[in-house]
């Protein structure tokens, strides 16, 4: 059974950092990418990075060079990494981490639809 369990979620004030951590376990193909996604009250949710298992990044431009996106594989269980910097009070949403089908890279996914597995969810909040 593949899970996903998102950590590290908070508040933070403007300006603040926070790292997130997303443990798949369960997953028993070696290539496949992760995403993360945040989703705002009344808004659609957003891809913001995305990482393949052969390490390739991308970002969505609202967070480029503020957030980086990492991932440590250890056997049969992969850990990806948000590392959030000089965050705003526009990036407080639920964040998720998402695992797409093997063997898709992940400029192939262009919806969120399109990914398997899916966290519970963590929240951050930025204060003003």
């Known amino acids: 059974q593949v899970q996903l369990q998102e950590s590290g979620g908070g508040s933070v004030q403007s300006g603040g950092s926070l790292r997130l951590s997303c443990k798949i376990s369960?997953?028993?193909?070696?290539?496949?990418?992760m995403g993360w996604f945040r989703q705002a009250p009344g808004k659609e949710r957003e891809e913001i990075a995305t990482i393949f298992t052969d390490g390739q990044t991308s970002y969505a431009d609202s967070v480029k060079g503020r957030f980086t996106i990492s991932q440590y594989n250890a056997g049969n269980m992969n850990t990806v990494y948000l590392q959030m910097s000089s965050l705003k009070p526009e990036d407080a949403a639920m964040y998720y981490c998402?695992?797409?089908?093997?063997?898709?890279?992940?400029?192939?996914?262009?919806?969120?639809?399109?990914?398997?597995?899916w966290g519970q969810g963590t929240q951050v909040t930025v204060s003003s």
């Open positions: 998402a695992a797409g089908p093997p063997w898709n890279a992940c400029y192939t996914l262009q919806y969120p639809d399109q990914y398997n597995y």
């Open positions: 369960g997953y028993s193909y070696s290539s496949y990418c």
